[in-house]
T-cell receptor, first 112, second 118 residues
């Protein structure tokens, strides 16, 4: 089994930078994903890390340290539309089809 | 990018009836599709994994006779909720992983189906 932990809620100001942390324990790590989910909608893919280091994609960056079982998602130049739930998910080789296991999500509120 | 569709997007049914949800990969072939369920303000919970042409693998606690999964082709998987009850009301989301190529690294999600059982 595995545990995926991330903060429940975060609040940040428009234009600022916010970092959402995720820690995990897994027996067959095969990649870490971040998804964004707006209320009532399906998750949309943001980033994928399988090797240690930082992956940058526009205003979003994701970092992974496999030895520490740790990742973070960094959002820069926050916009109001970034208010959403951010899901950390780990792909596990021991799952059928290498299915993803999700954390409970971090609800981010961006304020003016 | 890879696109996954689901139908219907929303369904209301009476208790005891069955509901079928379709999941299609529109621009890629998916050897593996996943079905998740999400209750309000909770995360996605994996229900089952289906591979084209073989039986689905269900997660612990998910009744395979109640949630029938069929993955008949590389682009279509269906989930049938049999004899639905109010506690089955939830947001059902499918995802698919491409058979090959860059997209194989990523699961793409459908838009979800909101089921309400009265």
């Amino acid at each position: 089994g595995q545990n995926i932990d991330q903060p429940t809620e975060m609040t940040a100001t428009e234009g600022a930078i916010v970092q959402i942390n995720c820690t995990y324990q897994t027996s067959g790590f095969n990649g870490l994903f971040w998804y964004q989910q707006h209320a009532g909608e399906a998750p949309t893919f943001l980033s994928y890390n399988v090797l240690d280091g930082l992956e940058e994609k526009g205003r979003f960056s994701s970092f992974l340290s496999r030895s520490k079982g740790y990742s973070y998602l960094l959002l820069k130049e926050l916009q109001m539309k970034d208010s959403a739930s951010y899901l950390c998910a780990v792909r596990d080789r021991s799952n059928s089809g290498y299915a993803l296991n999700f954390g409970k999500g971090t609800s981010l509120l961006v304020t003016p | 990018g890879a696109v996954v569709s689901q139908h219907p997007s929303r369904v209301i049914c009476k208790s005891g009836t069955s509901v079928k949800i379709e999941c299609r990969s529109l621009d890629f072939q998916a050897t593996t599709m996943f079905w998740y369920r999400q209750f309000p303000k909770q995360s996605l919970m994996l229900m089952a994994t289906s591979n084209e042409g073989s039986k689905a693998t269900y997660e612990q606690g998910v009744e395979k006779d109640k949630f029938l999964i069929n993955h008949a082709s590389l682009t279509l998987s269906t989930l049938t909720v049999t004899s639905a009850h109010p506690e089955d009301s939830s947001f059902y989301i499918c995802s698919a992983r491409a058979a090959s190529g860059r997209s194989q690294e990523t699961q793409y999600f459908g838009p979800g189906t909101r089921l309400l059982v009265l």
